[in-house]
């Protein structure tokens, strides 16, 4: 506490450093507070009791398996990054045009990458450490053992935040940010590919991953042999405890990592138009405001505490609550320091974090069983799997409805903030677009200040399901089990609500994403244009959807979702088939592991997953990293096919924008089709979920009953679904605008 | 066949009537000749024999429960059709500046509502009487019954495509066409409107009927009392039947009525920019080209025949075949008449008519079970129903890839072909644009000219389905039961295929549609700058994404067709449900039924899903009509937050387009991910029909495995995807641009 206390003091006193500069240091300075943070957490967590043998066995095979497949998951992306980057330098080195910018670029994109790796193996470490420790306090404490899922959790939240933020904060320092502040923003693009690159592959490899274990499990060992969940006669039991990490834990840190950094260089992007108003502080804020989100979360998570009574969900959402606040209150400071205190921009910010928690109720309103959509799905389960099925496709494809509708009116209200915040000035230079779009910026800005607090509640999910499945096959008393099916239940909440809000934020932060596109085109041709511009002025602020090329590069956007998700989806059915086939061996070949005298092979189990999951999340990877680039590369040649007159002049040279133009259009309706699916895809696989938890409590014949087994295919349907699809979809969304940003040169 | 010689030599001396006012004439007196072709197809189906007396009792069931639907559907879209044409005189009467237009519109409104209802009506008439023939047929001759069969679809396809040339001919000349060429296409765009709120409501009220009935049928009949389909036990057989002919037949009947309405009048618009080129021909040339269309599909229907042994889905392939020829060949000669033998515009109409091709090429490989998609679904069935269903939407999720690629190819190329068809003149005053959106606009054309064919093919599919119904339900011996499942098995390719078309046309004609909608925005504005614009030349060709407004536009238009859709597969399971509780009641009430004993109440159940679908059907219609026009209405006074300096001046008014370019966003991204999403739920939901039947030829344990029941789940699943929502997405595309086209002055 005392550490934060410092901060604030060193905050007040550089006032003075009113150039800017001084900001920089600030949130370096706090992100490397925060990495301490980080290592006082782990501390706290790995200090903790580590319970019985028994249990050390089962933590042990789960770290093992999970270690394994984040080692090779890493070596694959590592080797996939290093050919990406190669393929980047020569594209760039090909133009003598683009050449100067290749070095930076590559190093940029490689370091974005190896950020989000070290954050994610920083978290996992901890994670998985974490499990033991949680159902160990549990036998004593239920609110020591909510802490240490709570603060294992918070390394992830923690440490992916700060790596943004030191990543980018150091990029711009080293390529002369100080000195060049406009310039350098359009090279630190390549961070934030780099993360979206690592981010695709890490949420595809665990979604696959933690999905085909799950379902796999499920239908040899539920279905087949009829043994409960957590069986430890079931020798996928482990591989599935193990997807759990790598998939939400893992997969959604580098999701998020890959938020903050697009936001962080989309946002000083556009900080940059805005610089003969605000200089290098607009440039600067985002990094701050984001720094100030850190300290505000680390005081959230500090304060949890809970006793033996109390829903473990109550607690949580006070120190979320007090999170908000503070993230609040640091953005009113960030204002006053940098945006010569236009209150404006804090309505901006305010209403990011009001969609924030919007979307978090929404969430809540189609995936908990206290409502319409879920009871409807439960009660549809009376006629069969079929109804089931149907019902839950309906509530699906009604889910996105509401958060449209949430995004629509915070992008128009933060845009209208933006233009409102100029209305007084003269500065004559920036455009009606530039200012409404930095209030969007500042709103996404305020969505995020808290993700550090949701993704240590994320993580507290599996913290906590793994804590649960060591209980159960430890055979602990049944109050313990009781105990940690409460934090369970909890942790499955926390991982609906923050699949809700990092679609919401990639939403939101997709729209400054386009304008960074925008802006960066620009750019580059005014850089071809350069002497021979003279007087003339160029913008490149329209996307044309009544144009036949731009037309057809959003149907391709929308379609490449589709594509990638059935992919994703395929993926997850043909990496189940291998657990399955394995399963069955083990019982065929050795009949003394169902009847408890054998123990079962989970290394095999473990091993097979791994190796099929990395397998099949290369396909659709490429497909997402591939078609932007075909479409803006092959367009650009399209002029023919636009414009009767062939290349049209701009200033006086030809430059054809229609390849540029065609991405940006795949980039949007990409974007939007994604959010659509996405949302669908969670909330469907989340209320199935929860409509067999709701007959599990006794509803429509309980347990066993005709309508439970419906409701058990139902929530197999919707597992892909909320947990691989869904998931990946984010991330490609954010994929699409940090590859366009970085490829835009070879566009034009 | 003589008719259409005669009507051939009164072509060749029209063409001294060069101003092009005979050609008119021409397209009006073909459509009358085709509504005579239908008279005499009519004759032929109804001179047939009917059969047995117990046959006839079945086929009198099925006529009078399909009759009164049709009549309480028709009262009720007609009252909901007044109330609209009140609302829209209203509308355009409360501002002084569109009240000129006022009756004009509504007049065309009714009218085209009207029309498309007559078409429907007389339609169904002969489909519901050509069953029985086709089914008495049967028993003696296969090539007899097919001609029935088809003949009997060819008086739906005729008279759909024959009204609404027509229609659209007529309003054309007696709104003063002839005189004043280049204003009355604009007027004539309420008989677009009026023809996609007939078939949004016909469309949606059968398909849902026909699979609240089916699903309720089967989930009583097959899953809870174990007979077979189509037994006369079931009390919800007869309400099924009547289902085949409400949904496919009248739903797809309006749903072709509407392509062809709006497409008429979208060219014709896009004809009037061209006018100083080619004059009033250049507006003609789609009448024309419709009007040769009919012949080639009559001809088409005429030569087709078979015998015995061959598989009669080849014997309406060589229809095909030849109608598509003589489409060319048509489309050649208006080239040669009325386009000054610019032979670009047939290279366009060709890549129209091979896009039909791809479409249904396409559509086959993701539906038939001799290809991946279908057999990988069958496969999945082992592991149960939930590897079935997420195979199924995997499947489904693939499959709008290769059409976007095809529809955007399409575009690209007939685009630019129309840029090259103008590469040699001099006209100075047709943009670009126009020229190159009249390329697209005759791949439409060219799309559509086999309309009438395929729709023929279309209701050829509901006739078999019932003929081999009521053989089953009549106790006729296995051999003919044979020859009428070979009838419906090819009715089955033939309902999948048309739905690929459908869907197809609908996104090849939207581009044209958003075109005209331009246009007339541009008119509008055009109008009211009247004689204060002076020399300023104003367009409006933009639809900017980057725009806040246009964005969040272009979001609601994707959000509104995941929500209708929601709706729309709600709405089944709620009537299903009342179907499910009736054949309950019945059973329970009168055990006789099960016995064979007692005769089940079928009318009790055609009354309930009749009521229950209008009832249905009403909300998701109210949404795809309210929506977008409360979006232009509402967003055109959002100035303030787009731009920072109010409303701005356009010539030397202050006019804000902001909500018209917002809406046209909805409609251009609404009606790209209807494409999508229908194209997946049509194309999904014929895969999963298809690997059911592929199990019962044998494969995977065939009927009555385990495999079979997970089957039949995701058949289930399906059905209101491809015969209730899939269906009712191609109307709502095709709404959303004609009922902006209509409202567009409200938005100004």
Redesign the interface.
Known sequence: MHMWLSAAAILWQVEPLNEGAGFLWLALGISVLALLTVFYFAQYVLRSDTGTEQMRTISDAIREGAEAFLRRQYKTIGMLSVVLAVLIFIGYRVSPRNAPLATKTVIAFLIGAACSGFAGFTGMYVSIRANIRTASAARTSINRALQIALRGGAVTGLVVVAMSLLGVGLLFYFFGGLAAPREVPYQVVGFGFGASFVALFAQLGGGIYTKAAD?GAD?VGK?EAGIPEDDPRNPAVIADLVGDNVGDCAGRGADLFESTAAENVGAMILGAALYPHFGLKGILFPLVARAFGLIASTIGVLIVRTDEKEDPMQALNRGYYVTTVLAIAGFAVAVHYLLKDNWWFLGSGVVGILTAFLFVYITQYYTEYRFRPVASIAK?SL?????N???G??????T??LP??V??AA???S??FG?KA??GTSVVEIS??A??IYG?AIATMGMLSTAAYILAMDTFGPITDNAGGIIEMSNQPEEIRVKTDRLDAVGNTTKALTKGYAIGSAALAA?LL??AY?DEVKEIVAGRLGASAGSFKFSF??????N??V??G???G??LV??F???A??A??RA?QYI?EEVRRQFRENPGIMQGTAKPDYGSCVDIVTTAALKQMVLPGILAVGLPIAVGMIFRY?T??H???GVPMIGEQPINLIGAESV??LL??GT??G??LAT?MNNGGGAWDNAKKFIETGQYGGKRSDAHKAA??GD??GD?FKDTAGPSLHVLIKLLSTITLVMAPLFV
């Open positions: 379902v239908l279905v549809a006629t069969g799997p079929a109804t099925i149907i019902a496709l309906s509530v699906g494809l009604e996105p409805a449209v509708v995004i629509g992008l128009m209200l845009y209208w233009l100029f209305a009606d677009y200012k409404g969007t729209f386009f304008s925008l602020d329209s996307v044309n959807l009544a036949v090329p037309f057809v959003a149907m391709l929308a379609m589709y594509l998700s059935s992919l989806i395929r997850v059915g189940a399955i399209f023919g096919f414009v009767a007159g940006a259009a949007m309706v939007i089709a959010i659509l669908m058990v295919v197999t349907v892909p």
